[in-house]
């Protein structure tokens, strides 16, 4: 979402902006993990793309490894973006994306597969609705919670008053 969207502080300067092709390359790389994951039952798999998810919402898109390899390899290759969109909602989206694939990986290492395997579905699900249509669940709930904490804020201040 470009700057200044709905949901955004206008109090607190947006971060840095990223390429939003960025993202969409990484949920690509996500989704062929998490289907291999769902074929194989593996657990250390789905540990590594919880590694994956938690550098990107702890450090940062840029320097999550799927980040770094599409600034590497794939940005070379294409034109500027064509506008750059605030880091917040995709870095909320990785530590949803962390959520899942925890507790998928405690599923499939415990013996509770159908956990590991309903777990790793429901996040193959969001990745998918990135990789191909270019929308962002996690990034949608982290504008659902930004415009409810406004509102539930400005409905405390107008009963102090």
């Known amino acids: 979402m470009p700057f200044g969207s709905p949901g955004t502080s206008r109090t607190t300067p947006a971060p840095a902006g990223i390429d939003p092709r960025g993202p969409r390359f990484a949920a690509i790389l996500t989704s062929v993990v ?7 039952g593996s657990g250390a798999l789905l ?3 919880a590694a994956v998810f938690a550098l990107g919402a702890l450090l940062g898109l840029r320097f999550s490894p799927y980040g770094l390899l599409y ?3 794939v940005r070379p290759r294409l034109g500027p973006p064509t506008g750059l969109e605030d880091e917040r909602p995709p870095r909320f989206a990785q530590a949803v994306g962390l959520a899942f694939a925890v507790v998928g990986t405690v599923g499939y290492l415990c013996g509770a597969l159908w ?8 996040a193959l699900a969001a990745a ?7 929308y962002c669940l996690g990034c949608e709930v982290y504008l659902l919670v930004v415009r409810g904490r406004a509102r539930v804020g400005g409905a405390s201040a107008q009963a102090r008053s």
């Open 34 to 40: 998490l289907a291999v994951v769902l074929v194989t």
């Open 47 to 49: 540990a590594a793309q």
């Open 71 to 73: 600034r590497r390899l």
């Open 115 to 122: 956990l590991g395997a309903a777990a790793t579905a429901l």
């Open 128 to 134: 998918f609705l990135n990789a191909a249509f270019g």
